[in-house]
């Protein structure tokens, strides 16, 4: 197996607390990777922290058994609750322009009329920041769901007992992280409760968002669709002649206008970024990654990685670590 299986069994802070011990290193990686991503785009850890616990409030009014598990997830990994927090509400805190990856996440969904199987197919790829890929794990409930998440998040993506599953695909939006809302994360969590495609735009329906993204989620009775949702409200996209294939844009009707430019790494976080964006002290014969280049420079030291690699002058750069390309 690619990645380590942690099976969930208990209430809610049982669960979580397994989650948090069994996965103990790797929650402990994610921790570190958004702590510098964070960084990275200006923001400290202690005032993403600090961000992180504005979402409690709609976590717990949204289930509280989710915020139980988010409480037991720091209580087995030995770390604070606003951390794990943070990790949860990860996308409402990013620079609204910030992408991981330039190309990001695709994702498809095909009903079964249109397959070649004569059942329904449910896919992606995961573009994101390359380092995390440590840091993923499988939650599996064996009566209830499973999901592919990074380690200290509720959940991302998966299926579940009903032969529902979802997939992601980040989006942006200029009114990303300006209140709290529910984050994409946890809204995934909840997703995988429900019943098919019909009852999670029903769930979905009633709820207001912190940040952007399109859930695609599909299921065994050949139900699919793409749930395109911002702090502006829900879109709901069906498959044409049977496909429905989601990137990184908003494309249903209702979202004009939605659409935040985006960016890749350093560009994003100096471009869009309101908060103070510390430039390292110069390396000799290197440049930070965390800017454009001037003329002549030859290399750089990546401020996450610190690795130091050859640079093509004057474009915009990044380590492929950060990037998702480094994996």
């Not at 995390?132 to 509720?154: K, Y």
Request: with cysteine; proline share 5%.
């Amino acid at each position: 197996m690619m990645f380590p299986i942690v099976d969930l069994r208990g209430k809610a802070f049982e669960r979580g607390r397994m989650h948090g011990s069994l996965a103990r290193q790797r929650v402990e990686r994610s921790l570190a990777n958004y702590a510098k991503l964070f960084a990275f785009c200006g923001l400290g850890w202690p005032e993403a922290q600090r961000l992180g616990a504005t979402y409690r409030g709609v976590i717990g009014e949204l289930d509280a058994g989710l915020l139980e598990e988010i409480e037991g997830i720091a209580a087995g990994a030995g770390r604070g609750v606003d951390e794990i927090l943070a990790l949860n509400a990860r996308t409402e805190i990013l620079p609204p322009k910030y992408l991981g990856d330039p190309g990001e996440c695709t994702a498809i969904a095909v009903r079964p009329a249109a397959s070649a199987t004569g059942g329904t197919l449910l896919a992606q790829n995961w573009d994101w920041v390359g380092a995390q890929r440590d840091a993923l794990v499988v939650l599996r409930s064996r009566d209830e769901f499973a999901t592919l998440t990074e380690a200290g998040m509720l959940a991302k993506i998966g299926f579940n007992r009903h032969g529902f599953g979802i997939c992601l695909n980040i989006l942006r939006s200029s009114d990303d992280g300006k209140r709290p809302g529910v984050p994409v994360h946890v809204l995934l969590r909840a997703l995988l409760a429900r019943s098919g495609v019909a009852d999670a735009i029903a769930f979905a329906s009633k709820l207001s968002f912190g940040g952007s993204s399109n859930v695609l989620c599909a299921d065994a009775q050949g139900g699919a669709a793409s749930l395109e949702f911002s702090p502006k409200g829900l879109r709901v996209l069906e498959p044409e002649s049977g496909t429905l294939c989601h990137t990184k844009h908003f494309i249903a009707p209702g979202t004009e206008g939605w659409q935040a430019a985006l960016y890749a790494g350093s560009r994003a976080c100096a471009s869009t970024s309101s908060r103070s964006f510390p430039r390292p002290s110069p390396r000799s014969s290197s440049r930070s990654s965390v800017g454009p280049e001037s003329a002549g420079s030859s290399t750089f030291a990546c401020t996450t990685c610190e690795t130091t690699r050859p640079t093509v002058t004057g474009r915009w750069t990044m380590c492929p670590t950060v990037a998702g390309r480094g994996w």
